[in-house]
């Protein structure tokens, strides 16, 4: 028979479970203070440590907030996207001119860093994003330069989607900072 065992049947009935001494609950010990730490911008004459970097709060240094930040992103990537969705295929079996590759990675490349750059935080997004639309409308202009498809309502399409994504990282750099 153990201490811990529980009731127990026996000759003349049930046995009650033997009553054990119950230690004292131990009492937490007293916890420090919350310090409170300021974000990654104070006020002036607060001070106080940065936010360590493992806490997920960081600066964006384009000076929007994450979620502008990232709907822009999302928006120049779905810009896009749409831009060869609306074009029709070509009509006549056509060789792909080697001369528009560089073009066309150029303008792969461009758009995908601005993005990832934009979604981040980078300074250099909006710069990176001009740049992609730049390329976004050389595309547009090539397609009927190389016989691709004739000009109709979606090259005026895929202009407007490339002048979205060239002009909201023209209004992003006009309102940077220049003396950082």
Avoid: K, N
Wanted: overall charge negative; hydrophobic content about 50%; some cysteine.
């Amino acid at each position: 028979m153990y201490v811990d065992d529980p009731a127990r049947p026996t000759l003349i009935g049930w046995a009650a479970p033997p009553a054990h001494a119950t230690p004292p609950a131990p009492t937490p010990a007293p916890q420090p203070a919350a310090v409170e730490s300021p974000g990654p911008w104070s006020p002036p004459g607060r001070s106080g440590p940065p936010p360590a970097p493992w806490t997920g709060v960081r600066a964006r240094s384009d000076g929007l907030t994450p979620f502008v930040g990232r709907l822009i992103a999302g928006s120049f990537a779905v810009a896009w996207i749409l831009c060869p969705l609306v074009e029709p295929l070509p009509a006549d079996d056509l060789p792909y001119p080697m001369w528009q590759l560089p073009i066309d990675l150029a303008t792969v490349g461009s758009i995908v860093v601005a993005v990832v750059v934009l979604w981040r935080g980078g300074r250099l997004g909006a710069l990176l994003g001009a740049a992609a639309g730049v390329f976004m409308l050389l595309e547009t202009a090539m397609c009927p330069i190389a016989g691709h498809t004739t000009v109709g309502w979606w090259t005026w399409a895929q202009t407007g989607l490339s002048l979205v994504v060239l002009g909201v990282s023209a209004a992003l750099l006009a309102r940077q900072d220049t003396t950082a």
